[in-house]
């Protein structure tokens, strides 16, 4: 019979134990394991082949100024005040950590090993309340639970499937993986957006400062040269603008401000996170790149939880909570209630008539041949790369249409200005 190699916590005394169990599959070795009463957390096929600690990697990680914080909860201190936990942080812990797993060492060793260099005040005493809560018995996924606002439920889903399975390393590197992709794709989207948002603020900050200094000196020197006669229309518009800017700079400085203010208040609120996702996914433009974004996550989401050994029902209610937009959680919780009911996943992406035909598709042919965390994963991968050409094509659209607004802004002021010395020249002559 195949022997597999196990690595697991004594839940009575806290201790680390390693042993060999007999079983025709992996899952009979986990179920045996379980009925000792042991929290697993590797499993290997061959006992001879079990990993060792290799100390090189120790030393490489252990690497630096030691420093111990004491054990608090993250969030209940000044510290969480002032410090946040970032998703590069959790990423580079994410991807030490399965490292270190996989080399063969101990989960709680290694959770003391990258508590050791961390910096962050608020992760450092996190990371070591997870040993302790290891050392007590429980599993990683308890520790986890501790700190919602460092780990999503996608994180920690993942990594209790990865504990039932045996295959908490490899869990780790996939989570690694997808948190990069992730971070990778955000980071594209913000960079396509923060184009157009500077140029607005330099061009309004040279707007701002024609109206509110230069427009109102040309009043009076059009005052001596015209002698009473009346402005141009546009001049006096202009002109009119620029005195109530100059001499109302308080109220013109401040609405924009309130405006925005009121803007990030209603943006947070149920109905106003609902509107803006929906124009997102819909808006010129821009929505083409917001649902490409949308199915990639989806698809990469989705496909590392059933990957990693979530059942499907609870794979969609955690893809659901972590998708970062309200329509298409809305898709998603009907795509759960049909999927619950007996339909396909398939034909539940489609009856929402949000995914484009190409995903649900190749899900269907996911489903036909078995292998749908596979081509979950095909999908995100060509969608990344959708997601690509969209912020390639979406800035080269960008820019000439900021040029040429501003050029018409710009333009239509100068017009304004120039109108009245024409007329002075054509009464002179």
């Keep these: ?32 394991l379980k009925t000792r009463g042991l929290a697993l957390t590797s499993l290997v096929p061959n006992f001879s082949e079990a990993p060792r600690v290799s100390e090189r990697v120790e030393e490489a990680t252990v690497a630096g100024p030691a420093h111990r914080t004491p054990k608090v909860q993250a969030g209940r201190t000044w510290a969480g005040l002032v410090h946040r936990v970032r998703r590069q942080d959790v990423m580079f812990f994410t991807r030490q950590l399965a490292v ?33 809560v290891i050392r007590a018995g429980g599993n990683l996924s308890d520790g986890l639970k501790k700190y919602p606002k460092i780990f999503d439920p996608l994180f920690i889903n993942m990594v209790k499937a990865g504990e039932a399975g045996g295959v908490l390393d490899g869990v780790l590197e996939r989570l690694a993986r997808l ?40 009043e009076q020197i059009f005052s001596g040269l015209l002698r009473g006669q009346p402005l141009p229309p546009l001049t006096r518009l ?66 590392s939880l059933l990957a990693s050994g979530v059942p499907m029902l609870d794979a969609l209610l ?34 929402t008539a949000l995914f484009p035909d190409l995903v649900t598709s190749m899900i269907e042919v996911g489903e036909e041949t078995g292998a749908l965390p596979a081509m979950l994963t095909r999908i995100a991968d060509a969608y990344d790369e959708e997601v690509d050409n969209a912020v390639g094509a979406l ?20 017009i304004a200005l120039f109108l009245p010395i024409v007329g002075v020249i054509q009464h002179l002559q």
């Design 395 to 414: 800035t080269s659209i960008i820019e000439p249409i900021m040029i040429v607004v501003m050029a018409i802004v710009v333009g239509l002021i100068v």
């Design 318 to 351: 955690v893809t659901r909570d972590t998708g970062g937009n309200v329509h298409v959680a809305t898709a998603l919780t009907q795509v759960h209630d049909r999927v619950r009911a007996g339909a396909g996943v398939a034909r539940s992406l489609e009856a």
């Design 238 to 303: 202009v002109i009119g603008a620029g005195n109530y800017a100059s001499h109302h700079l308080a109220v013109t400085v401040g609405l924009p401000v309130l405006g925005w203010i009121a803007w990030r208040a209603f943006r947070r609120t149920r109905t106003g996170t609902a509107l803006m996702d929906r124009f997102l996914i819909r808006a010129p433009l821009m929505g083409d790149l917001f649902l490409k974004t949308a199915v990639a996550r989806f698809t990469r989401t989705f496909g």
């Design 1 to 32: 019979m195949p022997q597999f190699a196990y690595t697991a916590i004594e839940p009575s005394t806290g201790e680390e134990s390693r042993g060999c169990v007999e079983g025709e599959t992996r899952e009979q070795a986990v179920a045996e």
């Design 100 to 132: 270190l797993l996989k080399a063969g060492m101990p989960i709680v060793r290694a959770l003391e090993v990258l508590a050791r260099p961390e910096r962050n005040p608020v992760f450092e005493p996190a990371i070591r309340n997870m040993a302790d």
């Design 179 to 218: 948190l990069e992709r992730t971070e990778r794709i955000k980071g594209r989207v913000k960079a396509a957006l923060t184009y157009p948002v500077v140029i607005l603020l330099v061009a309004g900050g040279i707007l701002a400062g024609l109206m509110v200094f230069v427009v109102p000196k040309f």
